[in-house]
Nanobody, 125 residues
Framework: QVQLVESGGGLVQAGGSLRLSCAAS????????MGWFRQAPGKEREFVAG????????YYAVSVKGRFTISRDNAENTVYLQMNSLKPEDTAVYYC??????????????????WGQGTQVTVSS
């Protein structure tokens, strides 16, 4: 079992930056691939970024590539999502998730076993 707690969300103007954190307790995060998803009102949960258990490979949704960076600190059991050049369409609840340590990061929610409660990100125009 692993428990995930996100933090760092908030209100920011378009063009601004936020850094989300996902702190894990229970089993160490190095046993899992980690992902960030987001869900806007009336929309399905969508993949944002993911990173393999070792941190060796990272994957991004086309909509955020070049603006967002996922990283992890296994010693601290924490995963980060640095979000730059934010746009109003990035507004959503952002969720951290843990999944099996595969070679390739999964991009669909059903592949992940554990989820945090989410943190709200609101980008004003």
């Amino acid at each position: 079992q692993v428990q995930l707690v996100e933090s760092g969300g908030g209100l920011v103007q378009a063009g601004g930056s936020l850094r989300l954190s996902c702190a894990a307790s229970g089993r160490t995060t190095r046993s899992y691939n980690m992902g960030w998803f987001r869900q806007a009102p009336g929309k399905e949960r969508e993949f944002v970024a993911g990173i393999t258990w070792s941190g060796g490979s990272a994957y991004y949704a086309v909509s955020v590539k070049g603006r967002f960076t996922i990283s992890r600190d296994n010693a601290e059991n924490t995963v980060y999502l640095q979000m730059n050049s934010l746009k109003p369409e990035d507004t959503a609840v952002y969720y951290c998730a843990a999944g099996p340590p595969k070679v390739v990061v999964a991009t669909t929610p059903e592949k992940y076993d554990y989820w945090g409660q989410g943190t709200q990100v609101t980008v004003s125009s």
